[in-house]
């Protein structure tokens, strides 16, 4: 079985647990905590794939790490997979948990590309557009300056992509009259 598909099912068991135990948003930030840590800290990672580093090691800089800060449940997650010999996906896991929590309350990620910084009332109309095209309830906005657009923005969510800058409008223009269309 792939990483993905284990760190997927794995997610997805502690999805279902966290329902069942009425902890989901706890057990939802014990995992954006972990996505944290590990990505501040390339290290622990690179810890937690080596199989060379024993599995009572990678349990003990979890437990240092996480305890006191995490829901029991989320700790007893922790040793379980470390137990399992799987703590390779441990932040795919978290990864992939955040992405089915945010499927489950239709949280959406768009991430705009604009040529200066996007203003509230713009920031509001495309969160607003988002919500109605995907059908989300709520918008996560992932932005980014790129002087290179001249205006407008770019805006992805997931595998769509709605183009409105300038730069690409007169790069268009420029391929049409190449073209002699216009």
């Given at each position: 079985m792939s990483e993905n598909k284990a760190a997927s099912r794995y997610a997805k068991s502690l999805?279902?647990?966290?329902?069942?135990?009425?902890?989901?948003?706890?057990?939802?930030?014990?995992?954006?905590l972990l996505a944290q840590v590990v990505d501040e800290n390339p290290e622990l990672e690179a810890i937690l794939k080596n199989p060379i580093v024993p599995l009572t090691k990678k349990a003990g800089i979890l437990d240092n790490l996480f305890v006191g800060r995490v829901n029991e449940v989320t700790s007893a997650f922790f040793k379980l997979v470390v137990n399992k010999g799987r703590s390779a996906i441990l932040f795919d896991t978290a990864k992939a948990f955040i992405a089915q929590y945010n499927a489950i309350k239709g949280i959406v990620t768009a991430n705009v590309t604009s040529a200066t910084e996007l203003t509230a009332e713009s920031r509001a109309e495309i969160e607003a557009i988002v919500k109605k095209e995907i059908g989300a309830n709520q918008v996560v906005l992932n932005e980014k300056v790129n002087a290179d657009l001249?205006?407008?923005?770019?805006?992805?969510?997931?595998?769509?992509?709605?183009d409105a800058s300038i730069g690409?409008?007169?790069?268009?223009?420029?391929?049409?009259?190449?073209?002699?269309?216009?």
């Open positions: 999805i279902d647990l966290s329902n069942e135990r009425n902890a989901l948003e706890e057990i939802k930030n014990d995992m954006v001249i205006g407008g923005f770019v805006l992805k969510v997931g595998d769509k992509q709605f690409s409008a007169l790069n268009k223009l420029k391929k049409e009259l190449a073209l002699g269309i216009v």
